[in-house]
């Protein structure tokens, strides 16, 4: 129950604000009927609703899912088998993302049925499982980096963009950016996880990102082959009037549909599951109800989504395009900010940032560089919408390029992170409310193409993580490249007791990321001089998570070997003046010298090297 009010609070928080905000604009700008503003709460209360059940699915069913699947895939000794049970993973899961649906329904819509909406998703979904095996190959063998394996996606993107008509490049940078959503995205990152903790090794957390970014160059290339392969350039068709169905007319319609989506996934696990994971009977329990949360969930989300909260989205872009031109820009800089700002994930992300740079870059200062480059993305959208010269490409193309440019100057680590982050702005509240706000506006502005101006909307707002982030990245590896030139300076041997036989111990001291250096000044002050300081994670304290996935806080462990006469007061000292009793703030303790090999007393004039050590900064 805990667990499912914790859903509930992430999407109230990012849904809450898009509500006050479509409120304020319907009470005042827009002048909405009474009947378009009680479907729109409705909508709202049951995509609250559904997306907090289909989450708490997500986390008892399809996590444990793409854990066992990864094992199975890193396992394997056939490379055949592999890529066969990368290419089902990454097509099964991706056909089942609501997002996906959400747009594949949207462009069959706007096209007036030119282009199916089923058939959208299959196309897309087959790319992204044909990406998600290149990505695992090349993760399990790590025989090319990251940053040039999606420097080489996105070349071969570049180039096949120059071939297709400006209807399906935005459609294509779209469904990239819809692929990443509330279920592909935890799943492909436990997928990762649990491949880069089989294969091993010392990319371990830089392997652990990085999936998801992988994912979403597949739908590019699946919808602008096809584009390429049947000639098709132009899509010819018009935006078909449709009637708003009732809650209770379209639930059992999507609750059919959730199950046809999930199904292939779940049987296969099962299928495996009966041959080979041979999991406990209690944790198939936990999946089941998992899996059936998940169906609910989605029919829930769904439904709410078509039954009135799109269309309001539609209402607003189009009446504020109508009589209010000057001030579609700025509404969809105020949709940006809210809706990055207030997304549970974001800040996540932000965390797991800040763990990643001990601190360096500030959750604060990624919320804000986040919300601005998503602000700025959403209102670029409206004034293309606006401006018919302005075209998509002026934005994607020279942006995911410098993308590339900034992945081999920043932190491997933040290269992964970044292309992730995608998945993370670009979520529910972007794929309908976002989405339906930009092909209203599109449709009733006489110089827009609700095809070509009415999508990429949601590609602008994915692109937005990525650069921000590659940029936090190149930031902090160029001032970490200075920091050791600083910090490599031997700590002096101790002076004061040379040529005298003693005893010594040893003191350590866990501790949390940042404090080392207050403990080494403070065991100064009781007669200790040198230390040794490592870095490392996994010491089991507070932990952070992003869509389920752990990323645990860096720890610093500081040693000193010292006159066994001194160790206890040296001890209390860092204790109290760090307040290391609190809990997860760390532990200080003491060892005999034997303990760690040194059975005979130590000459400290002799043996120098015991009471100095060159500090090693790592990041």
């Known amino acids: 129950m805990n667990l499912l009010r914790r859903k509930f609070d992430e999407v109230l928080r990012s849904l809450l604000p898009v509500v006050v905000l479509v409120m304020l604009l319907s009470l005042t700008l827009v002048k909405a009927d009474e009947q378009t503003i009680a479907n729109f709460l409705l909508g709202a209360l049951l995509l609250l609703v559904g997306l907090g059940i289909f989450l708490l699915g997500v986390d008892l069913a399809m996590i444990p899912i793409g854990t066992h699947m990864a094992t199975e895939v890193a396992t394997s000794k056939s490379i055949w088998r592999i890529a066969l049970l990368a290419f089902l993973m990454g097509l099964l899961v991706t056909v089942a993302e609501p997002d996906l649906q959400i747009l594949g329904a949207q462009v069959e819509a706007a096209s007036g049925g030119a282009i199916s909406g089923r058939m959208m998703v299959f196309l897309v979904s087959v790319g992204v499982g044909f990406l998600i095996t290149l990505g695992t190959i090349r993760l399990l063998s790590g025989k090319m980096s990251y940053a040039m394996f999606m420097a080489l996606a996105y070349a071969g993107i570049l180039i096949l963009s120059i071939f297709v008509s400006e209807e399906f490049l935005a459609i294509s940078f779209d469904s990239s950016g819809a692929t990443t959503g509330a279920l592909t995205t935890p799943f492909i990152l436990a997928l990762s996880a649990g491949l880069s903790k089989v294969k091993g090794g010392k990319s371990t957390e830089e392997d652990s990102f990085g999936m998801v970014g992988v994912m979403s160059a597949g739908p590019m290339y699946a919808l602008m082959l096809m584009s390429i392969i049947t000639g098709q350039k132009k899509i010819v068709g018009f935006p078909a009037a449709t009637k708003t169905l009732s809650a209770i007319e379209l639930f059992p319609h999507e609750l059919l549909n959730a199950v046809i989506a999930l199904a292939p996934l779940c049987a296969m696990f099962f299928f495996l599951n009966f041959i080979h994971f041979k999991a406990p009977k209690r944790e198939i329990m936990g999946i089941i109800k998992g899996i059936i949360y998940t169906i609910f969930g989605l029919a829930l989300f769904l439904t709410g989504v078509n039954s009135g909260f799109m269309d309001m989205g539609k209402l607003i872009g189009a009446r504020i395009a109508g009589n209010y031109l000057w001030l579609l820009p700025g509404v969809g800089l105020m949709l940006g900010a809210i809706v990055v700002l207030m997304e549970p994930a974001v800040i996540v992300l932000g965390h797991q940032i800040e763990e990643v740079t001990g601190g360096r870059i500030p959750l604060n200062m990624i919320r804000l560089t986040l919300s601005i480059g998503v602000a700025l993305a959403i209102g670029c959208s409206m004034l293309r919408i606006m401006i018919p010269s302005v075209k998509l490409w002026y934005f994607l193309l020279p942006g995911f390029l410098l993308g590339v440019i900034l992945s081999f100057q920043a932190d491997p680590v933040f290269v992964g992170i970044a292309y992730d982050a995608g998945g993370v702005a670009s979520g529910p509240m972007t794929a309908t409310f976002v989405l339906a706000f930009a092909q209203g506006a599109a449709m009733q502005i006489p110089t827009a193409n609700v095809m070509v101006d009415g999508f990429g909307v949601i590609a602008m707002v994915a692109m937005a993580p ?154």
């Not at 952070?544 to 206890?568: C, G, N, P, Y």
């Not at 001890?571 to 290391?580: C, G, P, T």
């Not at 200080?588 to 009471?611: K, W």
Request: proline content about 4%; overall charge negative; glycine content about 10%.
């Open 466 to 619: 990525v650069l921000s982030i590659m940029i936090l990245g190149a930031i902090f590896r160029h001032k970490e490249a200075t920091v050791p030139e600083k910090t490599r300076q031997p700590l002096p041997a101790s002076a004061h007791l040379a040529g005298k036989i003693q005893d010594y111990d040893c003191v350590i001291a866990i501790l949390e990321k940042g404090l080392a250096d207050e403990a080494v000044a403070l065991a100064r002050e009781t007669g200790a001089r040198g230390a040794t300081i490592l870095n490392g994670r996994g010491s089991g304290g507070q932990h952070m998570h992003l869509f389920s996935f752990e990323v645990q806080k860096e720890k610093e462990v500081v040693f000193w070997l010292v006159d066994a006469r001194i160790t206890d007061k040296m001890a209390q000292h860092i204790h109290d003046s760090l307040d290391l009793g609190s809990q997860g703030s760390g532990t200080v303790f003491i060892l005999p010298s034997g303990a760690i090999g040194l059975d005979a007393p130590v000459t400290i004039g002799q043996s120098p090297r015991h009471m100095s050590a060159e500090r090693e900064t790592e990041s």
